[in-house]
């Protein structure tokens, strides 16, 4: 069956440049775009099947990194953000008008708090970590994908060269492991 995961990667992956530093992202609004400008790369860059993370017309997955917040900040038409969910752990900071994501912050205590997460196909700039592997693959079945083909979705992953998981890769479960078990004292 054809599909696209991303069109980042449908046609294979282009590798991120050594010492790159950073770009602005923008809104996909045809005007007075929402600017955000991150001052380094993005680490643990990965596809995202789940239900939440902004995806492109068409595409089964978002791709999405982090850096740390510190690195983020509003740089135009600010006004027009607001946060989708403030519920959830990821306060998504979205584009009242297109819809876009432009970051997420964790305002909780979590593993992952002090990281913002972008999609740095919204820059205009090449340089960006590449894709490092594919996480909540299964979810794109509670979004209607047909399971008969899921493994036609992981084996078009490892022809990229990209790992697939279901949550999230080793070393992320690993820090929200950690983070547990420090919250409960055990480490
Ligand atoms: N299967 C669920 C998974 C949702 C989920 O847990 N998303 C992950 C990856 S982005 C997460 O960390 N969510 C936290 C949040 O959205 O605040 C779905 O597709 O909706
Ligand atoms: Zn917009
Ligand atoms: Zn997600």
């Given at each position: 069956m054809a599909f696209s995961l991303h069109p980042v990667i449908d046609n294979g992956i282009t590798k991120g440049a050594a010492n790159f530093t950073g770009g602005t992202i923008y809104c996909?609004?045809?005007?007075?775009k929402v600017a955000v400008t991150l001052k380094s790369n993005v680490v643990h860059n990965h596809a995202c099947g789940c239900s939440i993370c902004w995806k492109p017309k068409g595409a089964l997955f978002a791709i999405i990194g982090v850096l740390p917040r510190?690195?983020?900040?509003?740089?135009?038409?600010?006004?027009k953000l607001h946060v989708l969910?403030?519920?959830?752990t990821i306060q998504r900071n979205a584009?009242?008008?297109?819809?876009?994501?432009l970051f997420g912050r964790i305002e909780k205590d979590h593993a992952f708090k002090g990281l913002d997460f972008v999609h740095?196909?919204?820059?205009?700039?090449k340089g960006w970590q590449e894709p490092q592997f594919a996480a909540f693959?299964?979810?794109i079945i509670e979004q209607g994908f047909d399971p008969k083909d899921i493994d036609q979705v992981r084996g078009k992953f490892k022809s990229l060269g990209l790992e697939t998981y279901d949550v999230l890769s080793p070393p992320l479960m690993d820090m929200l492991a950690a983070f547990t078990a420090k919250q409960a004292g055990l480490l």
């Open positions: 996909h609004c045809p005007s007075d510190d690195a983020v900040s509003v740089t135009a038409n600010g006004s969910d403030p519920e959830a584009c009242k008008e297109c819809g876009v994501h740095v196909e919204l820059s205009d700039v693959v299964s979810s």
